[in-house]
């Protein structure tokens, strides 16, 4: 994909390391479970560019222009953020338009892009997307060809094929005009990994009623995509629904739609954007999302602010989704040994306890193991780059782990991508893929 440059340089921040233990006290407390190898993790979506920093993890190929690169991991258990490194030997921080970042990730699967600054520098920075594929022996990276189609604000997606085989299928959704009927229409586009090409398909919009064809024409806020089923993907609008691209592999794909919870208020600000995006995922074809709603939404910035954290769920065939946990914010328990790692300020000394409404609650996110399990990002103030990542766990409203965070730079509303790749990998237990930054920026 051919983008325009910018009118001046990005400049990218260098990176430092430390090495955690497995029982890193900062995220001390509860049952969560440690290890030197997570089986799941909370990645940070931007890469760092950095040099001589390899692990059990990397794996490296070539770039369009037969550039060596090399993609590394650095592991860490929840709430403990995660971090992947990019490598490219001979280039500096200069040569990059901006930091690799990951679009989506499904199974062994991790969907990223980077974007170089072309040589000899001119006016189009070359965006080439890049698929890491854990297991199968040892960890891969795969250029994925460049279909000539990719325009900005398009739709991707990893659908892993069925078996053992580790191939999989890179999927984007591409709407554009067509002037006879003044109508956006879709095309499938995907690549396969068997073939090592590109295929196109118009998929079908019969059996939706003309509202939802209106609002899956309209631009589309995604915040997610999800793996539905072994054949079906679905890109989450904040506002209206799920658009549900079912079949994927077969010669007519169909589009379905999927609205949101009619009882579902989607709380915004004065630009109209949400204040939070909610989270989703999906466990075969059980569709699941978290989101928090504040008391007064107006005032969710400044913190000490009523909230609540509510998970619903619906499989694809249902009706109507299902309200599992509700939990308000000012009936979760903390244990007193928290202090040390939270925000002073957070103890009430008329109740005797740690109230977490005193923070500012950002994106959430559903765990990869338990449905009662949370995650959200939450902080102090608006001024300084601290944050914590605290684990919820809703059916008992009770917190279960802290780790500290630093958003410098971040966007808070999707910071971050859960992953189930490590499970994948085939480690040794001296493989050492704990080292990851101190600071996301």
């Known amino acids: 994909m051919a983008l325009r440059a910018p009118s001046r340089s990005t400049t990218l921040s260098p990176i430092s390391f430390h090495r955690p233990t497995p029982t890193d006290p900062q995220l001390g407390g509860g049952t969560t479970r440690r290890s030197d190898h997570p089986d799941w993790v909370l990645l940070h979506?931007?890469?760092?560019?950095?040099?001589?920093?390899?692990?059990?993890?990397?794996?490296?190929?070539?770039?369009?222009?037969?550039?060596a690169i090399e993609a590394s991991f650095w592991l860490v258990d929840p709430p403990g953020v995660s971090y992947f490194s990019v490598h490219c030997p001979g280039l500096?921080?200069?040569?990059?338009?901006?930091?690799?970042?990951?679009?989506?990730?499904?199974?062994?699967?991790?969907?990223?892009?980077?974007?170089?600054?072309?040589?000899?520098?001119?006016r189009w920075i070359s965006t080439q997307h890049f698929v890491y594929r854990a297991g199968w022996g040892s960890p891969s990276l795969h250029l994925i060809p460049d279909p000539g189609k990719v325009r900005r604000g398009d739709l991707f997606g990893l659908l892993p094929f069925a078996g053992t085989t580790g191939h999989y299928a890179v999927v984007f959704l591409n709407r554009h005009f067509t002037a006879g009927d003044k109508a956006w229409r879709f095309e499938v586009?995907?690549?396969?990994?068997?073939?090592?090409?590109?295929?196109?398909?118009?998929?079908?919009?019969?059996?939706?009623?003309?509202?939802?064809?209106?609002?899956?024409?309209?631009?589309?806020?995604?915040?997610?995509?999800?793996?539905?089923?072994a054949t079906?993907?679905?890109?989450?609008?904040?506002?209206?629904?799920?658009?549900?691209?079912?079949?994927?592999?077969?010669?007519?794909?169909?589009?379905?739609?999927?609205?949101?919870?009619?009882?579902?208020?989607?709380?915004?600000?004065?630009?109209?954007?949400?204040?939070?995006?909610?989270?989703?995922?999906?466990?075969n074809d059980l569709i699941k999302f978290v989101e928090i709603e504040f008391d007064d939404p107006d005032r969710r910035t400044l913190g000490n602010q009523g909230?609540?954290?509510?998970?619903?769920?619906?499989?694809?065939?249902?009706?109507?989704?299902?309200?599992?946990?509700?939990?308000?914010?000012?009936?979760?328990?903390?244990?007193?040994?928290?202090?040390?790692?939270?925000?002073?300020?957070l103890w009430n000394d008329g109740t005797g306890k740690l109230e977490l409404k005193k923070l500012i609650f950002y994106t959430p996110t559903l765990s990869k193991h338990d449905d009662s399990f949370h995650y959200v990002m939450c902080k102090a103030n608006n001024v300084d780059g601290k944050a914590w990542v605290i684990t919820l766990d809703m059916e008992h409203a009770a917190v279960e782990a802290v780790a500290p965070y630093s958003t410098?730079?971040?966007?808070?509303?999707?910071?971050?991508?859960?992953?189930?790749?490590?499970?994948?990998?085939?480690?040794?237990?001296?493989?050492?893929?704990t080292m990851h930054s101190k600071s996301c920026y």
């Open 189 to 229: 586009h995907a690549f396969s990994s068997v073939t090592r090409s590109w295929s196109s398909k118009a998929p079908i919009l019969s059996g939706l009623s003309e509202d939802d064809q209106q609002s899956l024409l309209k631009h589309y806020a995604t915040c997610k995509q999800i793996m539905v089923g």
């Open 232 to 283: 079906s993907l679905g890109w989450v609008d904040l506002f209206r629904g799920i658009l549900l691209l079912c079949d994927v592999f077969g010669e007519c794909p169909v589009v379905k739609y999927i609205p949101l919870p009619a009882s579902r208020v989607c709380q915004t600000d004065e630009d109209g954007h949400p204040y939070i995006a909610p989270w989703y995922c999906c466990d």
């Open 92 to 122: 500096s921080n200069e040569d990059f338009a901006d930091e690799p970042y990951v679009l989506c990730a499904e199974a062994a699967l991790v969907l990223f892009s980077v974007a170089f600054v072309p040589v000899p520098r001119g």
């Open 307 to 345: 909230w609540k954290a509510t998970t619903w769920d619906r499989t694809i065939a249902a009706d109507d989704w299902r309200r599992r946990f509700t939990v308000d914010g000012a009936n979760i328990s903390v244990d007193p040994s928290y202090s040390d790692l939270l925000p002073a300020g």
């Open 408 to 433: 410098r730079g971040c966007l808070l509303v999707s910071w971050h991508c859960p992953c189930a790749f490590p499970k994948y990998l085939d480690l040794n237990p001296g493989d050492d893929v």
């Open 45 to 67: 979506k931007s890469a760092r560019i950095i040099s001589g920093h390899r692990n059990t993890t990397t794996a490296g190929c070539h770039t369009t222009e037969g550039q």
